[in-house]
């Protein structure tokens, strides 16, 4: 997303013709000729006109390849929520990560619990989405030709959360220590920092003003994932979407890919964990 210079010196090659010894001709009235070193013009414009020749050819390699790596491989995300932190930071009118999301290994597998994805919003978490493109036309066309090459960010409700559940599963909150539960069994979350409180004995599940932690049982559809995010206080995840034609969940074909790690700014660069978060 040239001109041809004009050589001036001609040929780039004088001859001129030379006498013998004392300015005298030589004896079998043979001329000699002594040529000139070539100018050095006539290959600096033949490299100027190759490059302007050329260049329009490698932007358009260029394109290519980075519309083929964005579609198919992987592409950059800006994180500009909180619901994430402290894995991800990311917060209104601040400078949010930047993260890699890798697209081919769910071509092979399905996401597993503990992985960090990114995935278009179903419809019901798109309620209040409002499209980013310009109302010029022409402008919209630019920004939508950005986006096919990475320039642009898509007009999509992209959302990032973890995998807790995968298809099949049932999952609720909450145990006696108010960890999350899948298939009744506890999960081991260290990435959590900040969720409601629970208090045993004081705010519970079963307390008269119950912990905002508590939810389901919840079996997730075939074909789905049950997603949340790390900063459970403040995260608009699948609890908060129970009520949809998918319970909350995500479907499959809505993944985008895996968060791979993060690449700006420098002071953030990692990778992005996905521990094992359901017993073996």
Known sequence: MADSPHDPAGPGVNRDDVRGPAGS???????????????????????????????????????????????????????????????????????????VVEKIGYHFTDPRPGDVIVFEGPESWSAGYVSTRSDNVIIRGIQEVGSLVGLVPPDENDLVKRVIATGGQTVECCDDQGRVLVDGVPLDEPYITMDFPFTPGVVTCDTEIPSGRCFGPITVPDGHVWVMGDNRSNSADSRYHVGDEHQGAIPLENVIGKARFIVLPPGRWGMIDSPEIQSS
């Open 25 to 99: 001709d030589r004896a079998d009235g043979a001329h000699h000729r002594r040529e000139e070193p070539a100018s050095e013009t006539a290959p600096k414009e033949k490299k100027q006109k190759s490059f302007w020749r050329e260049l329009p050819i490698l932007l358009v390699v260029a394109l290519g390849l980075s519309f083929l790596l964005q579609t198919f491989v992987a592409r950059v995300y800006l994180i500009p929520s909180e619901s994430m932190e402290p894995t991800l930071h990311g917060c209104p009118g601040c400078t949010g990560d930047r993260i």
